[in-house]
């Protein structure tokens, strides 16, 4: 069965260093969409791909995050640099038409 | 814009009870999706239901049960027959077309089922 992948599932990471996450949407899905899920809440969005461009960033921190998805396929979420009140979980979740969203494991992040 | 609320934070239940989890929802568009998502310990969220705003048919998936009414702008969830496998956390989460298909969730019910 087609899935997101995601990695790391886990990462820690001193306050002000650079780190990295990386998701692979399931094939032929256009749409791909980075959420943050801090403890206790809901996932919310970060940003959201269609194909190789940008619909919607209006909540991603851009002072110190960054997303790409250079040839509308896998994407990578950056973060630099990372802050204490970055620890989350950073999930990926990918849809063919917009009416359903498959969601990765996730990478649970952990700034000390 | 969109909003939704899941008022309960944590139920518990003991096993074989029936559960019944609540979302209230806010929108001002006329086309929209509702969704119950599954996160175990594990972590992912795993789809579970989607409705659309035209269709307010209940729907039964095994011990699984939605009760969708637009005049109250609830999309409530049960479980029958809880089982320990069914503790999680559920959210609700709403899409519309006029903000991108983007999804809005709730802040979540954990659900503990005890055997």
């Known amino acids: 069965e087609a899935e997101v992948a995601q990695s790391p599932r886990y990462k820690i990471t001193e306050k002000s260093q650079a780190v990295a996450f990386w998701c692979d949407p399931i094939?032929?899905?256009?749409?791909l969409y980075w959420y943050r899920q801090i403890l206790g809440q809901g996932p919310e969005l970060l940003v959201q791909?269609?194909?190789?461009?940008?619909?919607?960033d209006s909540q991603l921190p851009k002072d110190r995050f960054s997303a790409e998805r250079l040839k509308g396929v896998d994407s990578t979420l950056k973060i630099q640099p990372a802050e204490l009140g970055d620890s989350a979980m950073y999930l990926c979740?990918?849809?063919?038409?917009?009416?359903?969203?498959?969601f990765g494991q996730g990478t649970r992040l952990t700034v000390v | 814009a969109q909003k939704v609320t899941q008022a309960q934070t944590e139920i518990s239940v003991v096993e074989k009870e029936d559960v019944t989890l609540d979302c209230v929802y806010e929108t001002r568009d006329t086309t929209y999706y509702l969704f119950w998502y599954k996160q175990p310990p594990s972590g992912e969220l795993v789809f579970l239901i989607r409705r659309n705003s035209f269709d307010e048919q209940n729907e039964i998936s095994g011990r699984y049960s939605w009760n969708f009414q637009k005049s109250t702008s609830s999309f409530n969830f049960t479980i029958t027959a809880s089982q320990v496998v069914d503790s999680a956390v559920y959210f609700c989460?709403?899409?519309?077309?006029?903000?991108?298909?983007?999804?809005?969730f709730g802040t979540g019910t954990s659900l503990t089922v005890i055997p």
């Open positions: 791909f269609q194909d190789e461009s940008v619909v919607d």
């Open positions: 094939s032929g899905h256009a749409t």
């Open positions: 989460a709403l899409s519309a077309v006029n903000t991108g298909n983007q999804f809005y």
């Open positions: 979740a990918s849809s063919s038409t917009g009416l359903e969203a498959f």
